[in-house]
Protein backbone atom coordinates (compact mmCIF):
# COMPACT_ATOMS: atom_id res chain seq x y z
CA UNK A 1 0.00 0.00 0.00
CA UNK A 2 1.34 3.52 -1.03
CA UNK A 3 2.45 5.45 2.02
CA UNK A 4 -0.04 8.80 1.80
CA UNK A 5 2.37 11.18 3.78
CA UNK A 6 4.96 10.23 1.24
CA UNK A 7 2.19 11.48 -1.77
CA UNK A 8 2.06 14.45 0.40
CA UNK A 9 5.72 15.74 0.28
CA UNK A 10 6.01 14.11 -3.78
CA UNK A 11 2.95 16.58 -3.87
CA UNK A 12 4.91 19.56 -2.19
CA UNK A 13 8.52 19.15 -4.26
CA UNK A 14 6.18 18.66 -7.29
CA UNK A 15 3.92 22.54 -6.65
CA UNK A 16 6.68 23.96 -5.27
CA UNK A 17 9.09 23.27 -7.98
CA UNK A 18 11.89 22.11 -5.67
CA UNK A 19 13.46 19.95 -3.12
CA UNK A 20 14.65 22.87 -1.06
CA UNK A 21 11.47 24.79 -1.66
CA UNK A 22 9.51 21.77 -0.56
CA UNK A 23 11.83 21.21 2.67
CA UNK A 24 11.00 25.18 3.72
CA UNK A 25 7.36 24.68 3.53
CA UNK A 26 7.29 21.32 5.32
CA UNK A 27 9.79 21.98 8.23
CA UNK A 28 12.09 19.16 7.19
CA UNK A 29 15.55 19.24 5.54
CA UNK A 30 15.94 18.51 2.16
CA UNK A 31 17.80 15.29 2.48
CA UNK A 32 14.68 14.20 5.01
CA UNK A 33 12.18 15.14 1.77
CA UNK A 34 15.09 13.34 -0.72
CA UNK A 35 14.76 10.33 1.36
CA UNK A 36 10.86 10.34 1.34
CA UNK A 37 10.91 10.67 -2.57
CA UNK A 38 13.15 7.52 -2.92
CA UNK A 39 11.44 5.63 -0.19
CA UNK A 40 7.61 5.79 -2.60
CA UNK A 41 9.58 5.54 -5.82
CA UNK A 42 10.82 2.10 -4.63
CA UNK A 43 6.97 1.70 -3.52
CA UNK A 44 6.05 2.75 -6.72
CA UNK A 45 9.00 0.78 -9.01
CA UNK A 46 8.92 3.61 -11.03
CA UNK A 47 10.54 7.27 -11.26
CA UNK A 48 8.43 10.21 -9.91
CA UNK A 49 10.91 12.84 -10.47
CA UNK A 50 13.40 13.87 -13.14
CA UNK A 51 15.78 16.66 -13.41
CA UNK A 52 15.12 20.09 -14.99
CA UNK A 53 17.88 22.29 -14.69
CA UNK A 54 18.73 23.26 -11.04
CA UNK A 55 15.22 21.79 -10.48
CA UNK A 56 13.03 18.70 -10.61
CA UNK A 57 10.17 17.91 -12.86
CA UNK A 58 7.43 15.98 -12.02
CA UNK A 59 7.32 12.40 -14.51
CA UNK A 60 3.90 10.82 -16.04
CA UNK A 61 3.75 8.81 -12.76
CA UNK A 62 4.77 11.84 -10.31
CA UNK A 63 1.99 13.46 -12.11
CA UNK A 64 -0.74 11.22 -11.43
CA UNK A 65 0.35 10.01 -8.24
CA UNK A 66 -0.04 14.13 -7.41
CA UNK A 67 -3.35 14.50 -8.81
CA UNK A 68 -4.58 11.76 -6.23
CA UNK A 69 -2.39 12.88 -2.98
CA UNK A 70 -4.51 16.22 -3.84
CA UNK A 71 -7.67 14.24 -3.59
CA UNK A 72 -6.78 12.42 -0.54
CA UNK A 73 -5.31 15.31 1.09
CA UNK A 74 -8.90 17.20 0.40
CA UNK A 75 -10.93 14.38 1.85
CA UNK A 76 -8.55 14.25 4.76
CA UNK A 77 -9.39 17.66 5.50
CA UNK A 78 -13.24 16.71 4.71
CA UNK A 79 -12.60 13.93 7.41
CA UNK A 80 -11.47 16.04 10.29
CA UNK A 81 -14.40 19.44 9.73
CA UNK A 82 -17.09 16.26 9.70
CA UNK A 83 -15.05 14.50 13.08
CA UNK A 84 -14.81 18.21 14.57
CA UNK A 85 -18.52 18.64 13.56
CA UNK A 86 -19.59 15.56 15.22
CA UNK A 87 -17.53 15.86 18.50
CA UNK A 88 -18.88 18.92 18.92
CA UNK A 89 -23.01 17.91 18.40
CA UNK A 90 -22.94 19.70 15.36
CA UNK A 91 -23.54 16.45 12.85
CA UNK A 92 -24.38 13.11 13.44
CA UNK A 93 -27.61 10.81 14.13
CA UNK A 94 -29.05 9.91 17.09
CA UNK A 95 -31.50 6.43 17.24
CA UNK A 96 -33.31 5.81 20.05
CA UNK A 97 -36.41 3.62 21.06
CA UNK A 98 -38.94 4.19 23.46
CA UNK A 99 -42.63 2.68 24.43
CA UNK A 100 -45.91 4.28 23.58
CA UNK A 101 -46.73 6.12 26.98
CA UNK A 102 -43.59 8.18 27.77
CA UNK A 103 -43.62 9.66 23.82
CA UNK A 104 -46.10 12.53 24.45
CA UNK A 105 -45.35 13.44 27.62
CA UNK A 106 -41.63 12.74 28.12
CA UNK A 107 -39.78 11.79 24.85
CA UNK A 108 -41.47 14.79 22.57
CA UNK A 109 -40.31 17.86 24.80
CA UNK A 110 -36.94 16.61 25.42
CA UNK A 111 -36.54 15.87 21.37
CA UNK A 112 -37.62 19.08 20.77
CA UNK A 113 -34.81 20.65 22.98
CA UNK A 114 -32.48 18.04 21.05
CA UNK A 115 -33.35 19.61 17.88
CA UNK A 116 -33.35 23.15 19.19
CA UNK A 117 -29.64 22.70 20.77
CA UNK A 118 -27.87 20.19 17.83
CA UNK A 119 -30.26 21.41 14.19
CA UNK A 120 -27.70 19.58 12.66
CA UNK A 121 -28.01 15.80 14.42
CA UNK A 122 -30.86 13.76 12.63
CA UNK A 123 -32.92 12.10 15.02
CA UNK A 124 -34.46 8.64 14.45
CA UNK A 125 -36.85 7.73 17.23
CA UNK A 126 -38.58 4.46 17.22
CA UNK A 127 -41.64 2.59 19.07
CA UNK A 128 -39.90 -0.50 20.74
CA UNK A 129 -41.04 -4.10 20.77
CA UNK A 130 -41.25 -5.40 24.25
CA UNK A 131 -37.83 -7.28 24.20
CA UNK A 132 -36.25 -5.45 21.34
CA UNK A 133 -34.68 -1.88 22.86
CA UNK A 134 -31.71 -3.46 24.70
CA UNK A 135 -30.44 -5.85 21.95
CA UNK A 136 -31.01 -3.08 19.58
CA UNK A 137 -28.86 -1.22 21.69
CA UNK A 138 -26.30 -3.65 22.11
CA UNK A 139 -25.78 -4.30 18.62
CA UNK A 140 -25.29 -0.57 17.88
CA UNK A 141 -28.74 0.11 16.37
CA UNK A 142 -30.18 2.34 18.94
CA UNK A 143 -27.89 5.13 21.02
CA UNK A 144 -30.52 5.19 23.63
CA UNK A 145 -33.81 3.19 24.86
CA UNK A 146 -35.78 4.30 27.33
CA UNK A 147 -37.25 1.27 29.99
CA UNK A 148 -38.93 -0.04 32.29
CA UNK A 149 -38.08 -1.96 35.33
CA UNK A 150 -35.07 -4.43 36.00
CA UNK A 151 -35.67 -7.81 34.79
CA UNK A 152 -34.34 -10.60 36.84
CA UNK A 153 -31.04 -12.29 35.40
CA UNK A 154 -30.68 -9.89 32.75
CA UNK A 155 -27.14 -8.76 32.26
CA UNK A 156 -26.05 -6.07 29.46
CA UNK A 157 -22.60 -5.54 29.39
CA UNK A 158 -21.46 -1.92 28.13
CA UNK A 159 -24.68 -0.62 28.83
CA UNK A 160 -25.43 2.17 31.69
CA UNK A 161 -28.45 3.53 32.77
CA UNK A 162 -30.63 6.65 34.11
CA UNK A 163 -33.11 6.83 36.39
CA UNK A 164 -35.99 8.85 35.36
CA UNK A 165 -38.71 8.75 37.13
CA UNK A 166 -40.91 6.27 39.53
CA UNK A 167 -44.39 6.40 37.66
CA UNK A 168 -47.52 5.42 40.10
CA UNK A 169 -50.27 3.45 39.02
CA UNK A 170 -54.01 4.94 39.82
CA UNK A 171 -57.03 3.05 40.03
CA UNK A 172 -59.52 3.74 37.20
CA UNK A 173 -62.94 3.32 38.33
CA UNK A 174 -66.22 3.32 36.28
CA UNK A 175 -67.85 6.96 37.21
CA UNK A 176 -70.33 5.57 39.26
CA UNK A 177 -68.88 3.19 41.25
CA UNK A 178 -69.08 3.02 45.23
CA UNK A 179 -64.84 4.36 45.48
CA UNK A 180 -65.29 6.91 42.55
CA UNK A 181 -66.05 9.38 45.51
CA UNK A 182 -63.08 8.88 47.70
CA UNK A 183 -59.84 10.49 46.52
CA UNK A 184 -57.66 7.67 47.45
CA UNK A 185 -58.11 3.77 47.60
CA UNK A 186 -56.66 0.90 49.58
CA UNK A 187 -55.34 -1.32 46.82
CA UNK A 188 -57.35 -4.28 49.44
CA UNK A 189 -60.36 -2.22 48.54
CA UNK A 190 -60.28 -3.47 45.08
CA UNK A 191 -59.72 -7.18 45.84
CA UNK A 192 -62.82 -8.34 45.43
CA UNK A 193 -63.95 -6.57 41.52
CA UNK A 194 -63.55 -8.13 38.18
CA UNK A 195 -60.29 -6.07 36.79
CA UNK A 196 -59.55 -5.06 33.15
CA UNK A 197 -55.94 -6.04 32.53
CA UNK A 198 -53.66 -2.78 31.13
CA UNK A 199 -50.52 -4.64 30.75
CA UNK A 200 -49.28 -7.45 28.61
CA UNK A 201 -47.18 -9.92 30.60
CA UNK A 202 -43.32 -8.35 31.24
CA UNK A 203 -42.24 -5.44 33.50
CA UNK A 204 -45.23 -3.25 33.62
CA UNK A 205 -47.23 -5.92 34.54
CA UNK A 206 -44.93 -6.97 37.25
CA UNK A 207 -45.72 -3.96 39.66
CA UNK A 208 -49.44 -4.50 39.85
CA UNK A 209 -49.42 -8.19 40.52
CA UNK A 210 -47.07 -7.69 43.14
CA UNK A 211 -48.91 -4.88 44.97
CA UNK A 212 -52.22 -6.97 45.02
CA UNK A 213 -49.92 -10.11 46.76
CA UNK A 214 -48.74 -7.38 49.25
CA UNK A 215 -52.26 -6.26 49.78
CA UNK A 216 -53.58 -10.18 50.25
CA UNK A 217 -55.23 -10.96 47.30
CA UNK A 218 -54.53 -11.79 43.12
CA UNK A 219 -56.44 -9.97 40.69
CA UNK A 220 -59.33 -11.65 38.65
CA UNK A 221 -58.74 -10.90 35.20
CA UNK A 222 -62.42 -10.25 33.62
CA UNK A 223 -61.08 -8.80 30.17
CA UNK A 224 -57.35 -7.51 29.18
CA UNK A 225 -56.30 -5.20 27.15
CA UNK A 226 -52.64 -4.05 26.03
CA UNK A 227 -53.25 -0.44 25.56
CA UNK A 228 -54.63 2.22 28.16
CA UNK A 229 -57.40 3.64 25.91
CA UNK A 230 -58.55 0.46 25.49
CA UNK A 231 -58.36 -0.43 29.44
CA UNK A 232 -60.16 2.87 30.43
CA UNK A 233 -62.78 1.87 27.47
CA UNK A 234 -63.58 -1.32 29.17
CA UNK A 235 -63.50 -0.03 32.78
CA UNK A 236 -66.24 2.99 31.41
CA UNK A 237 -68.12 0.04 30.34
CA UNK A 238 -68.02 -1.22 33.68
CA UNK A 239 -67.01 -4.71 32.87
CA UNK A 240 -64.35 -4.13 35.87
CA UNK A 241 -61.84 -1.61 37.23
CA UNK A 242 -57.99 -1.26 36.52
CA UNK A 243 -54.41 0.04 37.35
CA UNK A 244 -52.78 2.36 34.83
CA UNK A 245 -49.59 4.37 35.57
CA UNK A 246 -50.21 7.87 35.47
CA UNK A 247 -48.25 8.98 32.29
CA UNK A 248 -50.79 6.41 30.82
CA UNK A 249 -53.33 8.50 31.95
CA UNK A 250 -52.78 11.73 29.34
CA UNK A 251 -55.82 11.05 27.64
CA UNK A 252 -58.76 10.27 29.88
CA UNK A 253 -62.15 8.38 29.24
CA UNK A 254 -65.35 10.68 30.09
CA UNK A 255 -66.57 7.49 31.49
CA UNK A 256 -64.07 7.06 34.31
CA UNK A 257 -62.50 8.46 37.36
CA UNK A 258 -59.00 7.72 38.39
CA UNK A 259 -58.22 8.01 42.07
CA UNK A 260 -54.47 7.70 43.77
CA UNK A 261 -53.90 3.94 45.85
CA UNK A 262 -52.24 3.20 48.70
CA UNK A 263 -51.03 0.28 51.14
CA UNK A 264 -49.52 -0.55 48.93
CA UNK A 265 -48.83 2.40 45.50
CA UNK A 266 -47.91 -0.05 42.41
CA UNK A 267 -44.76 2.13 40.55
CA UNK A 268 -42.93 1.26 37.97
CA UNK A 269 -39.53 2.50 37.56
CA UNK A 270 -38.34 4.54 33.97
CA UNK A 271 -35.37 4.38 33.05
CA UNK A 272 -33.05 5.44 29.91
CA UNK A 273 -30.22 3.27 28.80
CA UNK A 274 -27.16 4.03 26.59
CA UNK A 275 -24.08 2.25 24.91
CA UNK A 276 -20.97 3.44 26.66
CA UNK A 277 -19.45 4.12 23.32
CA UNK A 278 -22.28 6.59 22.55
CA UNK A 279 -21.77 8.69 26.09
CA UNK A 280 -19.27 11.34 24.11
CA UNK A 281 -22.46 12.54 21.69
CA UNK A 282 -23.05 15.82 22.73
CA UNK A 283 -26.58 15.58 21.48
CA UNK A 284 -27.10 12.26 23.56
CA UNK A 285 -26.34 14.00 26.83
CA UNK A 286 -28.24 16.58 25.75
CA UNK A 287 -31.43 14.04 25.31
CA UNK A 288 -30.18 12.80 28.80
CA UNK A 289 -30.77 15.99 30.64
CA UNK A 290 -34.09 16.93 29.18
CA UNK A 291 -35.62 13.66 30.16
CA UNK A 292 -34.76 14.09 33.51
CA UNK A 293 -35.96 17.87 33.09
CA UNK A 294 -39.09 16.28 31.51
CA UNK A 295 -39.83 13.93 34.39
CA UNK A 296 -39.36 17.04 37.08
CA UNK A 297 -41.90 18.74 35.15
CA UNK A 298 -44.12 15.44 35.01
CA UNK A 299 -44.53 16.09 39.19
CA UNK A 300 -43.82 12.55 39.34
CA UNK A 301 -41.40 10.94 41.87
CA UNK A 302 -38.27 11.70 39.85
CA UNK A 303 -34.33 12.47 40.02
CA UNK A 304 -33.59 15.08 42.87
CA UNK A 305 -34.04 18.91 41.40
CA UNK A 306 -30.40 20.49 40.79
CA UNK A 307 -28.15 17.99 39.81
CA UNK A 308 -25.98 18.55 37.59
CA UNK A 309 -26.71 15.51 35.04
CA UNK A 310 -28.16 12.40 34.96
CA UNK A 311 -25.95 9.93 37.21
CA UNK A 312 -25.39 7.00 34.94
CA UNK A 313 -25.49 3.39 36.80
CA UNK A 314 -23.30 0.49 35.61
CA UNK A 315 -26.25 -2.45 34.06
CA UNK A 316 -24.92 -5.43 36.58
CA UNK A 317 -27.06 -7.76 35.81
CA UNK A 318 -29.56 -10.21 37.80
CA UNK A 319 -31.77 -7.29 39.48
CA UNK A 320 -29.96 -4.64 38.49
CA UNK A 321 -29.82 -4.45 34.44
CA UNK A 322 -32.98 -2.75 32.46
CA UNK A 323 -36.00 -4.08 29.94
CA UNK A 324 -37.90 -2.23 27.70
CA UNK A 325 -41.82 -2.63 27.42
CA UNK A 326 -43.86 -1.47 24.55
CA UNK A 327 -46.67 0.24 26.32
Known amino acids: MLDVR ?30 QVSALEKETGVALLERAGRGVKPTAAGLLLTRYAAVISERLAEAETALADLRA ?11 ASVGPTLLAPALARVRREHPGVAI ?14 ERGDADLA ?6 AGAHHPGIRTVRLLDDAYHAVLPAGHPLAS ?23 LAPIVDACAAAGFSPDFAAKSQDYATAQGFVAAGLGVSLIPRLGLSARHPGVVVRRVRH ?10 VREGALEQPALRTLLDALKDSTEGEGATSLTHGEP ?11 GGPSSAAV
Do not use: N
Open 6 to 35: RMQVLRAVITSGSVTAAAAHLGYTPSAISQ
Open 89 to 99: GRAGRLALRYF
Open 124 to 137: DPKLADPDDALTEL
Open 146 to 151: VVVGRP
Open 182 to 204: RQVVDLAELAGEPWVGSEPPGPC
Open 264 to 273: PEPVRTIRAA
Open 309 to 319: GPALEPDRGGA
